[in-house]
């Protein structure tokens, strides 16, 4: 069966995926090979994941997104997630997935600020 | 509607996404609130996972239950695969046999108000669950 594929832009340095649907777990690890390709591809200094639409995060898909980022940053690439609702944040603390290497904005216009941050701070370590 | 049984059939990923979406509807129809609802459905998530990853298949039922005029959620997950040989094990926060986090009985646990597990080797496992609405 063919998994739903989660798009991927590309503004500048970075991409952008905003997850629209409840990922299965199969469409969840295709999105996670998808994004570390596209970010070979692209050489994309950023990503922004963007979770406004999703109201439920559960164990698999939390654990998912702590390896894209440990994958990403292998990869010299920073990773923002953004638009956690709140009945999310909350389960995922109660889960105990407080995902503490994870970089986080309120929503993708913030986002948006604090990659343009990094990134250029990346760009003065790398001078 | 007092008492009426929802029930998913857990056969593949795509089936947990479907038992959450239906807790969660069983959940906002009984008139529990966002967050609740969150936990409920992530609860169903990690439970309905366990079904898939350890026994392959089996069931998530989903009914409205009434105790001294307070209203709630029952969930019952039913799998006749392996079984649990050591509850207190898989009940500690980090403890996987898979490619889990360890994060889902326990996890489920904390979202739910009352939680029980009774578990036969080699006959199956069974787990109720339960929220009541505040």
Not at chain 1, 94 to 107: C, D, I, Y
Not at chain 2, 4 to 15: E, G
Request: hydrophobic share 45%.
């Amino acid at each position: 069966m063919d998994s739903l594929r989660i798009p991927i832009l590309k503004i500048g340095d970075i991409l952008i995926a905003s997850i629209q649907v409840a990922l299965h777990d199969a469409s969840a690890v295709q999105f996670k090979d998808d994004l570390l390709q596209k970010i070979h591809d692209t050489r994309a200094k950023g990503v922004i994941i963007d979770l406004t639409a999703l109201d439920v995060v559960d164990s698999f898909i939390g654990r998912l997104i702590a390896d894209i980022t440990a994958m990403a940053g292998l990869m010299g690439t920073r990773v923002v997630l953004t638009g956690l609702q709140p009945a999310v944040a909350i389960t995922l603390v109660e889960l105990g997935l407080e995902l503490p290497r994870v970089l986080t904005a309120l929503n993708l216009e913030k986002g948006l600020i604090m990659m343009q941050r990094l990134t250029e701070e990346s760009d003065d370590g790398s001078a | 509607m007092m008492g009426q049984l929802k029930t998913a059939v857990i056969r593949s990923d795509l089936d947990i996404v479907i038992a959450r979406t239906m807790a969660r509807d069983v959940a906002k129809a009984l008139g529990f609130g966002a967050i609740d609802q969150a936990r409920i459905a992530t609860a169903v998530s990690e439970l309905a996972r366990n079904i898939f990853l350890y026994a392959g298949t089996g069931n998530v039922t989903v009914r409205e239950i009434d105790k001294n005029a307070r209203k709630g959620i029952e969930i019952v997950c039913e799998d006749q695969g392996p079984g649990i040989t050591n509850i207190d094990l898989v009940m500690q926060d980090g403890y996987s046999t898979s490619r889990g986090m360890g994060m889902g009985l326990p996890g489920a646990k904390r979202l739910m108000d009352e939680f029980n597990i009774r578990s036969t080797e080699n006959v199956g496992t069974t787990i109720t669950c339960r929220k009541w609405r505040s």
